[in-house]
Nanobody
Framework: QVQLVESGGGLVQAGGSLRLSCAGSGIIFGINVLGWYRQAPGKQRELVASITIIGRTNYADSVKGRFTISRDNAKNTVYLQMNSLKPEDTAVYYC????????????WGQGTQVTVSS
């Protein structure tokens, strides 16, 4: 059974930093694309960042230059370093493993709340 468990969320003042972690079990992170999404109240879930198997990264325009996604395959963990946080970054952040040619299922974590106060 695949489980993705996020941690590291919390309350931070604008301009502060947080580091989110997502640990996987029942799945090998090293052979999968990994991503972070977020969903703010009343808004659709949106892609924040993704990282390929070879480490290529992609970011939403709204977080470029402030957020960094990284992976540690040995620990089966993906991270999201969030700097210069803004109130508009407030959302529930979700870890994601998208469908692939090897596995047509998509996997999500339970989410971790990030709240940025002004």
């Amino acid at each position: 059974q695949v489980q993705l468990v996020e941690s590291g969320g919390g309350l931070v003042q604008a301009g502060g930093s947080l580091r989110l972690s997502c640990a996987g079990s029942g799945i090998i992170f090293g052979i999968n694309v990994l991503g972070w999404y977020r969903q703010a109240p009343g808004k659709q879930r949106e892609l924040v960042a993704s990282i390929t198997i070879i480490g290529r990264t992609n970011y939403a325009d709204s977080v470029k230059g402030r957020f960094t996604i990284s992976r540690d395959n040995a620990k089966n963990t993906v991270y999201l370093q969030m700097n210069s946080l803004k109130p508009e970054d407030t959302a529930v952040y979700y870890c994601n493993v998208p469908r692939s040619t090897r596995d047509l299922r998509e996997y999500w974590g339970q989410g971790t709340q990030v709240t940025v106060s002004s």
